[in-house]
């Protein structure tokens, strides 16, 4: 029977062309946003790698200070932090955490090859203030500043695309003419926030006290974060005595503080714009694309009343009646399919979207065939039953 019902649809291929063009493009449109949806899902599934928890940040403008002026005013920065029991403790961070829409690259050479990497940067106490967990080696520390190659600290995704299975502490990378030598890896860290993928990231060490890092702070990207470690439970009241008492030590900065929690869920809506875009649209397009399905299955089977009259008054039974036009609906279903695969699939092979796993497109083929297939039998449910229920006597009054 289902070759019948392939060669029935072929044969009505002209008939069926517009109906058939309208199940591709939703197929298509269904698969992609389905990939985007199962790629957020994953990703929100994953730990982030650092914890958001309790930690303020402050951002600051120093306008035309100098690189003096800002280190010296920085210094007393700390020593007011350290005043404060509600700090627990504090870092320099230029790891645009939360921040989904800023991307910071570099390239790095090792043994001729040129990789390609996520650039953050970061003091000596970042982890203990974010809880980034340390699978080999160490983080930053003063050891560092007698070092002759800058240090270096990567994850392990980054460890994973130089050097595969080999050990990656102590190796160094060059970028340009400076060489920076690799003193720990890191689990996961994704910045950008939970519902972003995962990259090959490498931190930098930030430190008032060297003079060739000093020159990082008159940057406006450099140095332009501090993010605090506050004592669980303390109420959002406190940064209005601790923004007095900063602006007090930096009377012509602009200086301004807020949660990473709070910024989280910024980034999070920022996340999630694209999505749910898609999703609209792919919803109004699959709608309208079922309506016209289920005009045309009904129109069909109106115009097919005589034969399937006479179909039941030769003795086909009701079910059989039924399973043809869903069949037949399902049929028309897989031709248009079975060309929309041809351009699904060239998502994973030419790797369009490489920061994507191939099981994310592989389930997401699956879930569009199995969806497009439940919209198919939900849009011909109707007219199959109105058909299976047409008395046989009826053939007579169409022929």
Known sequence: MIKHFFKLIWNKKRTNFMTSLGIFVSFIVLFLVLVAVIYNISNYLKPLGFSYKDVWYITMDWKDSSQEE???TLLQFENAFR???EIENFAYSESFIFTPAVMNMTNYEYNGREIRCNIRYASDD???VMGVEILEGRWFNESDNASSKNPLVINKYAKEEIFGNDIALGKVLHRD???YIIIGVIDEFRNAGQFSGSSSISFRRISLNLEHELSRFGSEAMGSRILLK???GTPFQFEETLTKSLSNIAKDWQIKMNTLELLKKSATLQTLIFPVILIVV?????INVALGLFGVIWYNTNRRKSEIGLRR???SSAMKIYKQIIGEALVLST???IFGSFFALQFPLLGIFSFIDTKIYIFAYVSAIILIYVITALCALYPSKIASNLEPAEALHYE
Do not use: N, Q, R, Y
């Open 313 to 315: 008054a030769l003795g």
């Open 282 to 286: 792919c919803g109004f397009l699959v």
């Open 126 to 128: 970042f982890t203990k």
């Open 230 to 232: 506050m004592k669980p």
């Open 83 to 85: 005043s404060f029991p």
């Open 70 to 72: 800002i280190k010296e």
């Open 335 to 337: 031709f248009a399919m």
């Open 177 to 179: 003419e400076t060489e």
